[in-house]
């Protein structure tokens, strides 16, 4: 373990909208000692050196969302990073906001046209007309085929780093498509086909363009462009796969396999 | 913009394609020339021939070639579950492009030189 | 979208089809003249492939193109526009290039 404290240049992009024509670059130095966090040293620099310095943050531990941002090119939450792991050869370290997202102050965007997305495709269950009794039951296999997909925070980092949601706003996103894949191949809903219907239009699952960056970005190592295929695969024959739905609705009282405990 | 190897992909094959789509139209206008005749045709084809043409040919190859290599790489990542090897698949999409180019391209150099 | 689907299926033929172009028309590299060109397209087998090569090369082509033009948020308005040009351009350039192929 090394024991010698780095000094770092952080540079973080400034903007305030009711001063500045345009963003600029600040300076700090900060000692990157071990296990100090870009969050860490944020709050570092907030306290003793700039309190206008303005971020978002809540948990501290990667499950809230709040602190993504852009890190040397880069998105990713800033609570769970070290940051002597981003330190470039010349000892800087280069933090700005969430790109393609406007700006509202230094290292805060708006979310609006996020938030707008992920609602468009409504990310809640449609449920079945024949509610069990008890719970829901579903196999392993078919929590397996979610591929985590409920384990996303919804931090925005798979979307502003993604080049047609930069070309074109009306690009519903991986973030949402994630959460349609969720959906759609949850057998609890009850909706598939009118899912696949809504995906297929112009701004859907069409317009991605398997760049990638979401997957880098994804600070819960989720994919979305695999997501994305399987809807796209889905989409072909979303008839039989909604009538398959139907089937599978019906036995969802039932237990399947053995229940732990009897 | 974002960086990364995917945008750099990305970038290379709409570059590749969008060149390739007036070469379309171009070949398509130059071999019309048969229409007026054959020595419109060879007097075309006489003029395409000239080395300097001969050296484009190999940028319109590498074009070609990297925007099919790249296009099956798009391919596979729709049929089959590659994403995780995302970066190594561009990594020899690129490769192989370079080898045929390469492999493609010599004969063609030779060719001009020679002429 | 078909328009996707239909990038796809030509791309895959678009595969074979050049392949084969670069092989049987380019290689080895030499002067072509209206004789080289003969040697193969008085054949009808090759004229017809050409022309099936030339309508899959256009539809891979002109949807790419719309694609690209689209995808970009200040032209999204004209799809409407942008797919009608491209189909009569396609149109066009297949009927010009067909006759071409068939005056060899």
């Known amino acids: 373990m090394s024991t010698t404290a780095l000094s770092v240049t952080v540079r973080i992009q400034r903007f305030n909208p009711d001063v500045d024509k345009k963003p600029y670059w600040d300076e700090f130095k900060v000692e990157a000692t071990q296990g100090k966090t870009i969050l860490d040293a944020l709050h570092e620099i907030k306290e003793e050196q700039d309190g206008s310095v303005t971020f978002q943050r809540s948990c501290r531990h990667a499950i809230c969302g709040s602190c993504a941002m852009n890190v040397n090119g880069q998105n990713m939450l800033v609570c769970e990073t070290p940051l002597r792991e981003h330190v470039d050869r010349k000892g800087r370290i280069t933090i700005r906001p969430l790109p393609y997202l406007p700006i509202i102050k230094d290292l805060v965007v708006d979310r ?92 859907g699952v069409y317009r991605c363009h398997t760049i990638f960056n979401c997957i880098d970005a994804c600070p819960k190592k989720l994919n979305p462009t695999e997501a994305i295929e399987t809807l796209r695969k889905l989409a072909m024959k979303r008839q039989a796969f909604e009538d398959a739905r139907r089937e599978r609705q019906q036995q969802l009282n039932e237990p399947i396999g053995p229940v732990p405990g009897h | 913009m974002y960086r990364s190897t995917g945008f750099l992909s990305f970038l290379l094959r709409r570059v590749t394609g969008v060149a390739l789509v007036l ?42 070639v990297y925007h099919g290599i790249d296009g099956i790489r798009l391919l596979m990542v729709h049929y089959l579950n590659v994403t995780e090897y995302r970066k190594s698949l561009l990594y020899a999409a690129l490769a192989v492009s370079a080898i045929l180019v390469i492999a493609g391209g010599l004969p063609i150099l030779l060719f001009a030189l020679e002429g | ?76 308005v004209y799809k409407r526009a942008l797919a009608g040009i491209a189909v009569v351009a396609g149109v066009a350039l297949f009927i010009y290039g067909t006759q071409t192929i068939l005056a060899f």
Request: proline letters at 5%; hydrophobic letters at 50%; a negative charge.
């Open chain 2, 23 to 64: 070469y379309l139209l171009l070949h398509i206008w130059v071999i019309g020339g048969i229409n007026s005749g054959a020595d419109t045709f060879n007097s075309r084809m006489e003029f395409l021939g000239k080395p300097f043409f001969r050296v484009l040919e190999i940028g319109l190859l590498a074009a070609v």
């Open chain 1, 112 to 203: 609006t046209r996020f938030w707008e997305q992920y609602l468009r495709v409504k990310p809640w269950l449609i449920p079945p007309e024949n509610i069990p009794e008890k719970e829901f039951r579903m196999s392993e296999d078919e929590v397996k085929a979610l591929h985590d997909a409920e384990h996303c925070i919804m931090c925005g980092a798979c979307y502003s780093s993604c080049q047609v949601v930069a070309l074109n706003k009306s690009y519903i996103g991986p973030h949402a498509l994630l959460k349609a894949f969720l959906r759609v191949m949850d057998p609890r809903d009850s909706a598939p086909a009118a899912r696949l219907d809504d995906l297929d239009k112009g701004d």
């Open chain 3, 1 to 76: 979208m078909r328009i996707f689907l239909m990038q796809r299926l030509t791309a895959i033929a678009l595969l074979v089809f050049l392949t084969l172009h670069m092989v049987v028309v380019h290689y080895p590299p030499g002067h072509i003249d209206v004789s080289r060109v003969l040697d193969r397209l008085h054949d009808p087998l090759w004229k017809g492939i050409d022309i099936a090569f030339l309508f899959v090369v256009l539809v891979h082509a002109l949807t790419g193109s719309y694609m690209v033009i689209t995808d970009v948020e200040r032209f999204d």
